[in-house]
């Protein structure tokens, strides 16, 4: 579940990115390419390391675990919309449960799970 739901924040980064690009405008031409190059890139990484968590890869948790403490900061950040907020925070909340659970460690960590 975790796995999926990271790979599912960053297909929503990428598309952030196209909306970004699709929005450009001359008189902030470079902050838009600048932002949607960061969210393109940001949402690449976030696939892939939900991909790696899939696979069991340990170097995928730290860019996890991060990318959920940011996730958890812009819900909070957001909390005037309620909708954008909770959505934000119940998906961190259970990708941080699953990577955090301890079989899930121990996967990717290469230990035998019970």
Do not use: C, K
């Amino acid at each position: 579940m975790a796995a999926s739901l990271v790979a599912v924040q960053g297909i929503g980064l990428v598309l952030l990115a196209a909306l970004e690009l699709a929005d450009l405008s001359s008189g902030r031409l470079g902050l838009g390419l600048s932002t949607a190059g960061f969210f393109a890139a940001y949402g690449v990484l976030l696939v892939a390391a939900g991909w790696a968590l899939w696979r069991g890869v340990g170097w995928a948790r730290g860019p996890v675990l991060i990318s959920q403490l940011i996730w958890l900061g812009l819900a909070w950040n957001s909390r005037d919309l309620l909708a954008v907020a909770i959505l934000l925070a119940v998906s961190a909340g259970v990708v941080l449960a699953g990577v955090l659970h301890p079989d899930s460690i121990a996967r990717l960590e290469g230990r035998p799970t019970d």
